[in-house]
């Protein structure tokens, strides 16, 4: 089964700076990993799949890289509307199908 | 416009069984490619898949609840549904309809366990 870990678990910076968030995966997901963006009391919403295409609407700030087991997601100057928690997801295997990873939450410094 | 919308009850029993229905507008289960399913969130958790049907009927589910999950569709009414058994309090979360080859989410259903 494949785990994704996440890193760090808290991001604390302040608008204007860069976020760089890591996500692992326990065996090769290929390019099949995506990136989310959660705020409190909402879905979920899909910010970068394949690895490394922003999704419609994503401002051009975010951006994902990586492929195998080890993935970035990278922030540019952080606007006060990102300051949220981030997944990422594996789409690579049948079974487990679209495992989640822990998460890293985003906060203001 | 596509949207997908939960229905279902608020609150359940332990060892109950939990029906939750999608109704969803602006697509068809009928069109190749589509696939609607379910995702659930533990208050403070990370969410968790649970399971898939795509338009070809072909479905799928998650390993560690497989046995507990039935997804069925309804293409006429354009509606999902989502059965799970022998609730427990574990199971209390936001539960999320999508369309997952588009990434469309609905608002979510909070489903609390509690005797």
Redesign the interface.
Known sequence: ?IVLTQSPATLSLSPGETATLSCRASQSVSIYLAW?QQKPGL??R?LI?DASNR?TGIPARFSGSGSGTDFTLTISSLEPEDFAVY?C?QRSH??????????TKVDIK | QITLKESGPTLVKPTQTLTLTCTFSGFSLRTSGVGVGW?RQPPG?????LA?IFWDDDK?????LQSRLTITKDTSNNQVVLIMTNMDPVDTGTY?CWR?DL?H????TLVTVSS
């Open positions: 089964e989310y879905a979920p899909l799949y999704a997944y997801q049948w079974p487990p199908g679209f495992t989640f990873g822990p998460g | 995702i958790k990370a969410p968790e898949w898939l799928r589910y998650s390993p560690s999320y997952s990434d989410w609905g608002q979510g």
